[in-house]
Every structure is written in C-alpha cells, then in structure tokens.
C-alpha cells in the first residue's frame, strides 16, 4: 500500500508567495521603460556630470577612485534622442543651445551683448577657442575673468555651461583685419579657422545640444531675441545679414556690408571652379576672382518699414552668425580645413551639408547683427590694402 507523505501548510503558502512573486517579476514593467501613452521625456538640464560619459555639455567632475585605488567603471547611460527636438520654438520645448565662438581677443562688448540675449541662459552652454599666441593668452585670462563673475552671480543669469579650450597650432597669420582679409593669405587662415572650428565643435557638441549658434568674437551688437528669431524659421541652417558701424571722414555714423560669404552661385562661380585643379579654392570678393555671386549682403532691403523675415536659399554661407540645427553637425557635416569642391571652412561647410541633404537659408533683411565698430581711416586703409574689391550681384 503506497504511502503519501503530509504537506505542511506552511510549505504550501511560501510556495504560493514564491510563485506570485515570480509572475510579478516577468510581467512587471521596467521602471526604466516608458509606455506607449507617457509623453517624452525631455532631457534634463544643469545636472552636474557625474561620470566620465555624461555630456560634455555639463560640467565635469572627475570620478573618484575607490577604496583600492582603481576607478570604478562607469555606469552605461543611455540617450534617446529621438525626443531631441529642433523647433520654431525652442523654449516651450526647452531646447539646449550650444554658442561657440573662435575668440583671438577679448571684447567687452562681445561678452555684454551674450549676457543680455533674452533666451533662458539655463539653456545655454558656451564654448570657446583661443589661440596660444601672447594676444591668446590675454584673450584667455580675460574671458576667464569675465566668466568667474558671471557663473558666481544670481542662478538666472549664469549659463548651463562654459568650456575653454587652447589650439594645438600655431595661427597662420596675424590677426590684424588687414592681414587676415589678403587673398594670398586666405588658404592658410581659413583652413586653420576650419580646424579650430572643429575642435570646437567636436568637443563640446552633447547629447542634449538642439541647436548651434557660431558667434565671431567680434559681434558686439545683436537683438536680444536673436536666438529665437532665428530659430523661428525652422530651418537646418540660416544666416542673418551682418554689418559694421563705422564712423565716415565727416563723423557721420554709418554702416556697412561685412560678411560677404553668403551667397547663391552664379554661373560664371561654376565655370571658373572646373577649370581650377584640384586643391584651388574659390574665395569671394577679390578682383582677380570674380565671381558674379549673388551676395546676400547686396541684397538687402534697408528701408524702415523693410520685412526682417524674409528669407532666401543659400548656396554658401559665413560664419560670423550661424546658426545650426544640431543634427546638421550629427550627420557629419563639418568645416573642410581643405578644398572641397574649391570651397573652405564655413563655405565648404554649406557644400558639405546640401550633399548630406540639408539646405542652407539666409536672412537678407535681418540688419541687427553688428560687427565692432571702426572708425574711417581703418576702413580706409582696409580697402587700401585688400585692392578693389568687386562685389557684383544678379538683379
């Protein structure tokens, strides 16, 4: 006669506990997962980096080592940045902007202008590259100053972040506007600019970064709104028109074109690059290279009552305010330190990006953006020694 052994009831019940808790473990959700019907989830912001591949975007602390004295590896961190977004309206969408400027020298007025830009500075990351040159090291210890005062005041007013870095290169070529604006010294200046840029951009781009404002360090008068303003036209690239305030030999006040390296190609352009051979550049705005470009900068309506949102394709663009949707960057499109397509640095820029897809656009009546002002005799002796200039444009 067979005999059965006698369960405890005890023995049933934890079984039963063990099984439900089993169930609960395999259908339970994530609490990492999001469900199909949670909003996305938008990146935080200011969170101090904690690891070493937190975003470069936020301030870095160095791991601290453990109690053996080997660093502990790093935590995965995953970005989804598909909820990334680049909009018309980057603050209801708290979207991050990364300004970066190639700065050989320090004007107060450049700094003053980024202090008062209107777009929350929670929302701003900074980056900059200087020169290792005696003006440099100058530029460096002045921006450092300026910085330290402003991170250490009231929350509203500091920025996300702020990153520093030094060239590894010498400059190619003096930074007197004479110097740098000569023909013979275009392919050497740009394509070290180009490098810079690169760095620049390569080192301080984070997972969170929408958009990219490049800024020159000697803009010194902008609208507070320029960020937004640019960005509510929703475009991949784009261009506000630049001038320069000068003073005239009468002491009138007057303004004048400055970035004349955005434009639409012309014929005349493309004949010109075939026949060029392979490491030629063409370079916009020299007598012994005319172009017969349309120049966004000659085609500017300036009346009172004139439509600042007018807007136009570009074939090439400038550097001295560009702004950028950060995927653009992304998908690879960067400043050529070389011929590319006979184009360098921020215009082979604009050829890098229409062959990855993108379309650059410009703002021909945006008059807002203003270079450092220069008085007559150095505008003079700027066109003495750059020769005639020949700036044509197709009506």
Not at 133 to 159: C, D, K, W, Y
Not at 179 to 203: C, I, P, Y
Not at 262 to 288: C, H, I, R
């Amino acid at each position: 006669m067979a005999r059965y052994r006698r369960t405890s009831p005890i023995t049933i019940l934890l079984g039963g506990l063990l099984f439900i808790g089993v169930l609960f473990f395999i259908f339970s959700p994530s609490s990492g997962a999001s469900t199909s019907s949670s909003p996305p989830s938008k990146p935080k912001h200011n969170a101090p980096a904690s690891n070493p591949l937190s975003p470069p975007t936020a301030p870095f602390k160095k791991q601290a080592a453990s109690a053996n004295g080997k660093r502990i590896p790093p935590p995965v961190v995953h970005y989804k940045l598909n909820n990334l977004t680049t909009s018309s309206d980057p603050i209801a969408n708290q979207e991050t902007i990364l300004i970066l400027t190639p700065l050989a020298r320090f004007y107060p007025e450049y700094w003053a202008n980024l202090q008062a830009l209107s777009y929350p500075h929670h929302l701003i990351a900074l980056g900059f590259v200087t020169p290792k040159t005696r003006e440099g090291n100058a530029a460096t210890s002045q921006l450092q100053a300026a910085i330290a005062e402003v991170q250490s005041g009231p929350e509203t007013t500091r920025f996300a972040s702020v990153t520093i870095l030094r060239q590894d290169f010498e400059p190619p070529v003096g930074q007197d506007e004479s110097e740098r604006h000569k023909m013979a010294n275009q392919v050497a200046r740009r394509g070290a600019m180009a490098r810079a840029r690169n760095s620049l951009l390569f080192t301080t781009i984070g997972p969170s970064t929408a958009w990219i404002l490049w800024l020159d360090a000697d803009v010194i008068e902008t609208p507070p709104s320029l960020i937004q303003d640019l960005a509510s036209h929703d475009k991949p690239i784009i261009v506000p028109n630049c001038y320069q305030r000068y003073k005239t030999d009468n002491g009138q006040d007057a303004i004048r074109p400055y970035d004349y390296n955005n434009w639409q190609d012309s014929n005349t352009a493309l004949d010109l690059a075939k026949k060029m051979g392979p490491d030629e550049v063409l370079f916009e705005g020299y007598a012994e290279m005319a172009t017969y470009r349309t120049l966004m900068a000659k085609t500017a309506d300036t009346s009172v009552g004139r439509d600042t949102r007018r807007i136009t394709p570009l074939d090439g663009v400038g550097g001295t305010a560009l702004m950028v949707k950060a995927e653009v960057h992304r998908d690879g499109a960067m400043f050529p330190p070389f011929p590319f397509y006979h184009l360098i640095e921020t215009e082979g820029f604009a050829k890098m990006a229409r062959r990855l897809g993108w379309t650059c656009w410009g703002l021909p009546n945006y008059l807002d953006v203003m270079m450092k002002r220069v008085n007559y005799l150095e505008v003079g002796m700027l066109m003495d020694d750059l020769g005639e200039q020949v700036y044509h444009y197709n009506e």
